[in-house]
Nanobody, 124 residues
Framework: QVQLVESGGGLVQAGGSLKLSCAAS????????MAWFRQAPGKEREFVAT????????YYADSVKGRFTISRDNAKNTVYLQMNSLKPDDTAVYFC?????????????????WGQGTQVTVSS
């Protein structure tokens, strides 16, 4: 059973930065496609970014493109989300997820494993 544990959330002012981490255990991390999703109060969970098992180029939601960067370190079984130029609209619980598919996807239904989430709050 794969376990995912997010960390790095918190309260930041608009324009600031945060770096989220997601540590994986119990599976073969290097074979998983990894992604970040987020859910704001009263809204559905939405795709943020994904990166394939090989690493390299990430794929992003239009709302975060140019501001967020997803990366992974397979030696540390960890995926990261660097968030810059944060806006109040970025306020949400951020979830890490893993898929056994080798193809990157923005659909939450394609991801089998999920973390508990970490709160990010951006003040104006």
């Amino acid at each position: 059973q794969v376990q995912l544990v997010e960390s790095g959330g918190g309260l930041v002012q608009a324009g600031g930065s945060l770096k989220l981490s997601c540590a994986a255990s119990g599976g073969t991390f290097s074979s998983y496609t990894m992604a970040w999703f987020r859910q704001a109060p009263g809204k559905e969970r939405e795709f943020v970014a994904t990166i394939s098992w090989r690493g390299g180029i990430g794929y992003y939601a239009d709302s975060v493109k140019g501001r967020f960067t997803i990366s992974r370190d397979n030696a540390k079984n960890t995926v990261y989300l660097q968030m810059n130029s944060l806006k109040p609209d970025d306020t949400a619980v951020y979830f890490c997820s893993a898929s056994t598919s080798m193809y990157a996807s923005s659909r939450s239904s394609d991801y089998t494993y999920w973390g508990q989430g970490t709160q990010v709050t951006v003040s104006s």
